[in-house]
Nanobody, 126 residues
């Protein structure tokens, strides 16, 4: 069992930056591919970014590529999402998720992830 707790959301004007963090419980954090998803009102949860267990490779949705950066610190059981050049369309609840894998397969669908945080609101105003 893994408990994920996000923090760092908030409100920012378009063009600004935010960093959201997700701390995981337990001693097997490095066994999980970690992902960030987001869900805007009335929309389905969508993939944002993911990072393999070692942190060596990262993957991004086209909508955030070049603006967002995912990273992880396995010693701190934490995954981060640095969000720059934010746009109003980035407004959503952001969720971190953990996928227990035995390879570096990276899932981009929400149903493939095993554990979820409670989410943190990010609001970008124009």
């Amino acid at each position: 069992q893994v408990l994920l707790v996000e923090s760092g959301g908030g409100s920012v004007q378009a063009g600004g930056s935010l960093r959201v963090s997700c701390v995981a419980s337990g001693r097997t954090f490095s066994s999980y591919v970690m992902g960030w998803f987001r869900q805007a009102p009335g929309k389905e949860r969508e993939f944002v970014a993911a990072i393999i267990r070692s942190g060596g490779n990262t993957y991004y949705a086209d909508a955030v590529k070049g603006r967002f950066t995912i990273s992880r610190d396995n010693a701190k059981n934490t995954v981060y999402l640095q969000m720059n050049s934010l746009k109003p369309e980035d407004t959503a609840v952001y969720y971190c998720a953990a996928d227990r894998v035995y390879s570096d397969y990276v899932a981009v669908h929400a149903y493939e992830y095993d554990y979820w945080g409670q989410g943190t609101q990010v609001t970008v105003s124009s």
